[in-house]
């Protein structure tokens, strides 16, 4: 029987030291500041993706920051200082990484070799997604910077200098995103971060009474106040939260209005296919409507879950809609639910589209009604 140690030697990852030069206030592993690597790797791929629009992987960038130091269970962590000391002991150390990388694929069968060899060797990404790869791991250095100054350690201050002018030179906009509206959170304490935290959500649940039950009553009452009081509410709120407004709703809207527009089962599929810039006429929306008066209607139950899509569909949209993240949940949506979907459309698997779609109604009805 053959053995394949590949694995039991990536575990051993955790055994290795980082910051070898340096006096640290707290010893940091290779496996953690891999995982952290991976963690800000699909942070950038994300902001990436939703804020300047590329069209890199996440999940392919994460798992490859998994391996991306797996050589140095071969070769050590060489300290910074000597890796980068002149070029030709830089690239002698890269054609090491190289050779140590191909070693351990070796330890693996070949045909899982065949599916893990672009991730330890890098080449599996573009050369955008080995930049985003680059900036995590150069993040979760300055990190750790942060953290060892904060805990007092002056060692790290010339890391930290270093590191962050490094990022700055790989004119990466999507780490310049974090470093700008993320990084100084690191600087926080636990109480600090805490609070943010649930300042935030109750900001958010404040919202939401407004846009959906406040607003709408008043505006339904149609006193001579109405709709100047609900402007002024609004102003003000847009005063206190820029980056978190919420729009003028009317009880017709949000009790019955949008359900004779979207009929229910489509309801939250057009919010998605409208925020993401598509017709009303798209091949996805055709897809879902067509199952929703041909197959579902005419399921058993299906009449029943129609009814009660109309009741809870432009509820958990509005919801959605008075979010903060709203672009991002609906790509969410898209992603987990929606994609499958229709693939089980295209494939004639109707039943399976029924109880894909069924399920995320319930998530999204727990998420933003419950």
């Not at 939703?50 to 070769?75: C, K, M, N, Q, W």
């Not at 191909?102 to 070799?113: C, I, N, S």
């Not at 359900?259 to 489509?266: A, S």
């Not at 996805?284 to 009660?308: H, K, S």
């Amino acid at each position: 029987m053959e053995l394949y140690p590949f694995n039991a030697l990536l575990a051993r990852m955790k055994y290795i030291a980082r910051w070898g030069l340096m006096r640290a206030a707290r010893t940091e592993s290779l496996s953690e500041h891999t995982a952290d690597a991976a963690i800000l790797a699909h942070t950038l791929c994300l902001v990436s993706q939703t804020i300047f629009g590329t069209d890199v992987r996440p999940e392919t960038v994460a798992v490859a920051a998994l391996y991306h130091d797996a050589s140095e269970i071969l070769t050590g962590d060489m300290p910074t200082p000597v890796k980068y000391k002149s070029e030709p002991l830089r690239a002698a150390y890269k054609a090491v990484e190289a050779d140590a990388a191909h070693t351990l694929g070796a330890l693996l069968p070949d045909a899982v070799r065949a599916g893990m060899d672009g991730y330890l060797s890098g080449g599996i990404l573009t050369q955008k997604e080995r930049q985003l790869l680059k900036a995590a791991d150069r993040l979760s250095a300055l990190i750790k910077c942060v953290e060892e100054e904060n805990a007092g350690n002056r060692e790290f201050a010339g890391a930290r200098a270093q590191q962050t002018a490094a990022l700055a030179a790989m004119e990466c906009p999507e780490a310049d995103y974090f470093m700008q509206h993320m990084l100084p959170c690191y600087d926080w304490t636990l109480d600090e971060l805490s609070a943010g935290w649930e300042k935030k959500n109750d900001m958010e649940d404040e919202k939401v009474v407004l846009a959906i039950f406040f607003v709408p009553m008043v505006r339904k009452l149609q006193l001579p106040v109405s709709e100047e009081f609900v402007s002024l509410l609004q102003k003000k709120w847009v005063e206190r939260y820029p980056k978190s407004p919420f729009y003028l709703g009317d009880y017709e809207s949000i009790s019955g209005g949008f359900r004779k527009k979207f009929l229910g089962l489509c309801f939250i599929t057009t919010a998605v296919c409208q925020e993401l810039g598509k017709p009303d006429d798209c091949a996805e929306l055709t897809a879902f409507r067509a199952f929703r008066d041909g197959y579902l209607a005419a399921q058993p139950d299906g009449e029943a879950l129609i009814r009660e899509y109309y009741n809870i569909a432009p509820g958990i949209v509005t919801c959605i809609n008075t979010c903060s993240d709203r672009h991002a949940s609906y790509e969410r949506i898209r992603e987990q639910y929606l994609t499958p979907c229709y693939e089980d459309l295209l494939a004639g698997r109707n039943a399976d589209c029924k109880t894909r779609y069924v399920q995320m109604v319930r998530d999204l009805e727990r998420k933003y009604l419950n």
